[in-house]
Structures are given as C-alpha cells and as structure tokens.
C-alpha cells in the first residue's frame, strides 16, 4: 500500500506564494509520475501539473508560467510552487502518484487533499 501526504496549504492573498508538498511512502518500488489535481467548488478535479520520473512537466494552460512542480526522487516527494495566486487558484488540492510496488504491482494513489484558498 502507498501512503501520500500532502502539506503547505493554506490562506493567501491573490498575488501571493504557497509550496505544496507531497510525500509518498509504502511498498514502492519504482514512481512514473506524480501530479497535483485541484477541485473547486462545484467543478470537476482537474490536472494542475504532472511530472514524470524522467522529469518531464505538463502544466495546465491556467498556470503556465506560474506554477512550478518539481521532484525530489530520492525522498519520493513531489512540490508545487505556486507564485502570483489568483482567486480562482482557491480549491482542494490532491496529490497523486502512478508506480509500482515491490512485488511489481501497479498503484494509482491519492493524497487527502489540501485546501488552498487565494482571497481578493
């Protein structure tokens, strides 16, 4: 089993910073990308930004250029710099993680969630 723990969210002012971390732990034997997703109220949870082991990024059109994820292989963690918040940011964040165990099977696991919220 594979045990993700999110940290770092919070209230924020539009224009502000926050740092989302993610760690993950468990039976994990190799990681092939982790990403944040957020929900809004109301909305469906959608892709913020993914990176892959080989460290290949994907970013959501809405935060390109202000959003930086990055990972720390070693320690099986995943962040996301948030810069230059805006109101719309404000959701739940959720970590995930694709991979495989030990005993080479394959996992598909969330975080709780973090709730980020940006005011006006």
């Known amino acids: 089993q594979v045990h993700l723990v999110e940290s770092g969210g919070g209230l924020v002012q539009a224009g502000g910073s926050l740092r989302l971390s993610c760690a993950a732990s468990?039976?994990?034997?190799?990681?092939?990308?982790m990403g944040w997703y957020r929900q809004a109220p109301g909305k469906q949870r959608e892709l913020v930004a993914a990176?892959?082991?080989?460290?290949?990024?994907n970013y959501a059109d809405s935060v390109k250029g202000r959003f930086t994820i990055s990972r720390d292989s070693a320690k099986n963690t995943v962040y996301l710099q948030m810069n230059s918040l805006k109101p719309e940011d404000t959701g739940v964040y959720y970590c995930?993680?694709?991979?495989?165990?030990?005993?080479?099977?394959?996992?598909?696991?969330w975080g709780q969630g973090t709730q980020v919220t940006v005011s006006s």
């Open positions: 995930n993680t694709r991979g495989s165990t030990a005993w080479g099977q394959s996992f598909d696991s």
């Open positions: 468990g039976s994990i034997f190799s990681i092939y990308a």
């Open positions: 990176i892959t082991s080989g460290g290949s990024t």
